[in-house]
């Protein structure tokens, strides 16, 4: 990759005089090669560096050429019968994470155990007791540093708080964080700190703290090992410059500048050391003292495709060892901009890029499959690539050897418009596909596929179950389509659905029913009839799918965050009930004469469905606490909504819901939503 990427700069410092030099192809085999030792580790992220700073200066060339005018200011790379509320004994059931994966934790700001309900609000973790339901009652709570974001909680009552903390030039500064007013000169523009608090739920007291360089773009747990995937962005020495001081007039004198300052740029990457570019991790032990942890430069891969400059990092953090470090596999490549994780293998998905726009180009994904599950860290096992780009970790399922994937697709294309000054536009064609990929052996390779489900259109969701997929796709309507799987070679359409308006998360309730949330468009221009919708679709026959209930909830303004955020979406299998955060506006109470939130509702709402139907149990709000606990002056970090739910039962057969928002948790039995047991207040945070 090392050398390719040189003779690739050298080429376009060549090129450029007789010709504009075409962008990097796709990587049809893609590779993970290992760099073994600090100076090769050194040099791999020099040879990166020079080769996308001259892909970024020679695309103003390309732009100057093309389009003339104005110079194009060009900044650096940036990088959720009545009960008594009094049962006896634990509950016999409860909510947790909704999870793509069973077994394959995921990171939420919300989670509990069955008989403690654990929040991050603001800047602190909050935990209550949430059992029996009457009794629920705030316990202690522990500040976390910086921004928490995230956290796992296992089985074990061992929590992980993942948050955000600015970056600091070193460890001189502490722990990564800024001083007040240094903020502008402290570490690389886009680069961050992620922090995690191995904590006590028990105690609720700090038992270990981390710092990695970088943000966390997605994470897992699997049993003790938590798997953080960071982002971290190239930190580029400060006098590589990004733009020229020459006359834009004068094209000739303009690209001579362009070429020089890649020559300067280049002498300045050269002399940049290993540690500039990737600085050190930090550990903090029990007595207080700070430690560094070093990269470990046997553990690092470059990518042999076309992507721009980053560090991904595989973080494994061991929990029933919280004093050891972690261990750390990373790449110089892209960004991670997906990830899906099953039990026993982690996928990373990163982009093709493609240098400056042509006609013709398409998106193009770049895979690559790790070995998780086990202690000590990721195994690299193989990579490979797909036309398209993956919605959400829902685009991908892991099944018998093979990766099924939806993905939306583009194509650009050259078009000429505008009169009576015609000039040429880059279009999008756009489409979408189902594809199969062979993971066994050195290569992940596609060996079937279904394409242009419904051209035109835009995957909005999709779940695959078994030898069965199902995807949406949305222009004006919403295409359910049924896939049989059962072929991996020969995937092929089943069935389809035609219903208004689209769904953007499918929820297996049985073997033969999804239920779904979304958005109903009526084939109306009158866009004050949307609304919000659940459905249950019968799948049993999947070359007949159906719709076999519905129910509209809102006005044209009501929002859920399950919507687009599955841990949103909290389905009770045990006793058919579903509970999803609901907002809505009504613009008729706003009579200026009040305060503003009197025509904003927030509130749970809570449905129970069946195979045939949707009921609508009630609502349970918290408005008189956003009022009474603020007045109204909600910070940044403090938001009224509901936003998460835990439900729970009891052995007589008794649900109880309960809806958390910044605010605090009220429970109340689902019976009987309007009457609540207990509220457990968050006490405001400025």
């Known amino acids: ?8 700069a050298l080429f376009l410092a060549l090129a450029c005089g007789s010709g504009e030099p075409q962008p990097a192809s796709i990587a049809m085999r893609p590779a993970l090669r290992a760099v073994q030792g600090c100076p090769a580790v050194e040099k791999a992220i020099q040879d990166a560096a020079v080769a996308q700073m001259r892909h970024q200066l020679e695309a103003q060339i390309i732009w100057r050429h093309r389009w003339g005018g104005g110079p194009v200011a060009m900044g650096g790379p940036a990088g959720a019968g009545p009960a008594t509320g009094t049962p006896a004994g634990p509950p016999s059931a409860w909510t947790t994470t909704n999870v793509q994966t069973p077994g394959a934790d995921e990171p939420d700001f919300v989670k509990n155990d069955g008989t403690h309900i654990f929040v991050l609000s603001g800047r602190k973790l909050f935990a209550a007791t949430s059992w029996p339901p009457a009794q629920l009652a705030l316990g202690p709570s522990l500040s976390i540093e910086g921004y928490p974001t995230e956290m796992f909680l296992d089985d074990k009552g061992r929590i992980a708080v993942v948050s955000l903390v600015p970056p600091a030039d070193g460890p001189s500064l502490g722990m990564g964080m800024c001083p007040v007013g ?36 997605h994470a897992r747990r699997i049993g003790p090992q938590v798997y953080l995937v960071l982002n971290d962005v190239p930190r ?70 076309p992507e721009r400059l980053g560090f991904l990092t595989i973080a494994t953090i061991d929990l029933d060892h919280p004093d050891s470090p972690p261990a750390r596999t990373t790449l110089i490549s892209d960004y991670a901009s997906l990830v899906y994780a099953s039990t026993g293998s982690l996928y ?68 000429s418009v505008g009169a009576p ?40 969701s999709s779940r695959f179950i078994g030898a069965r997929g199902f995807v949406v796709t949305f222009k004006r309507i919403d295409p359910l389509f049924a896939l049989d799987l059962s072929d991996p070679k020969n995937p092929r359409k089943a069935g389809v659905l035609e219903v208004p308006g689209f769904s953007t998360y499918l929820q297996p309730i049985d073997d033969s029913h999804l239920l779904a949330i979304g958005v109903d468009l009526p084939d109306i221009p009158d866009w004050r009839q949307r609304s919000l919708q659940l459905s249950v679709f019968d799948v049993s026959d999947i070359s007949a799918p159906k719709r076999t209930a519905q129910a509209k909830i809102g006005s044209a303004w009501a929002y859920s965050d399950a919507l687009w955020d599955h841990h949103a979406f909290n389905w009770f299998g045990k006793m058919n009930l579903l509970a999803v955060p609901f907002y809505d506006w009504d613009p008729s109470l706003d009579t200026g004469s009040g305060p503003y ?13 069946s195979p045939s139907s949707i009921t609508f149990k009630g609502a349970l709000s918290m408005k008189d606490l956003y009022l009474t606990s603020t007045g109204g002056t909600w910070s940044w970090s403090w938001s009224p909504w509901i936003r998460r739910s835990v439900m729970a039962s009891d052995s007589a057969g ?21 009457a609540p047991l207990a509220t457990a207040t968050f006490p405001p945070q400025r």
């Open 236 to 305: 580029w020495p400060a006098e590589v410059k990004w733009w020229v001081s020459a006359d834009w007039q004068d094209e000739a004198a303009w690209e001579r500048a362009i070429r020089q300052l890649e020559d300067a740029n280049e002498a300045v990457i050269r002399a940049a050391p290993l540690d500039q570019w990737l600085p050190p991790a930090q550990r903090r032990l029990a007595g207080g003292e700070t430690v560094s942890v070093a990269y470990d430069c046997s553990q690092f891969r470059a990518s042999d495709a």
């Open 182 to 217: 240094m903020g502008g000169l402290c570490g690389s523009y886009g680069a961050t700190t992620t922090k995690v608090t191995l904590v006590d739920a028990a105690q609720l007291q700090v038992v270990a703290e981390l710092y990695l360089p970088g943000f966390v773009a």
């Open 597 to 609: 939130w009197n025509s904003f509702s927030s509130d749970l709402r809570v449905f129970e469905v």
């Open 654 to 674: 008794a649900a109880y819901v309960y809806a958390i928002s910044d605010a605090g948790i009220r429970v109340a039995p689902a019976a009987q939503l309007s």
């Open 421 to 460: 000054a015609p000039h040429d536009e880059l279009r999008l064609e756009l489409s979408n596909a189902v594809r199969v990929l062979a993971t066994s052996g050195e290569e992940i390779k596609v060996v079937g596929e279904l394409n242009d489900l419904s051209p035109g259109e835009w995957v909005q």
């Open 1 to 8: 990759m090392l050398r390719r990427l040189s003779r690739l």
């Open 348 to 415: 990373v998905a990163s982009s093709h890029w493609w240098w400056w726009e042509e006609p013709e180009q398409v998106d193009w994904t770049y895979l690559h499959r790790f070995d998780i599950g086990h202690p000590g860290g990721v195994l690299y096992l193989a990579s490979g690539g797909l036309a398209g780009h993956p919605l959400n970790p829902f685009s991908f399922d892991e099944s018998g050897g093979y990766l099924r994937v939806a993905v939306n697709t583009s194509r650009s294309h050259r078009v």
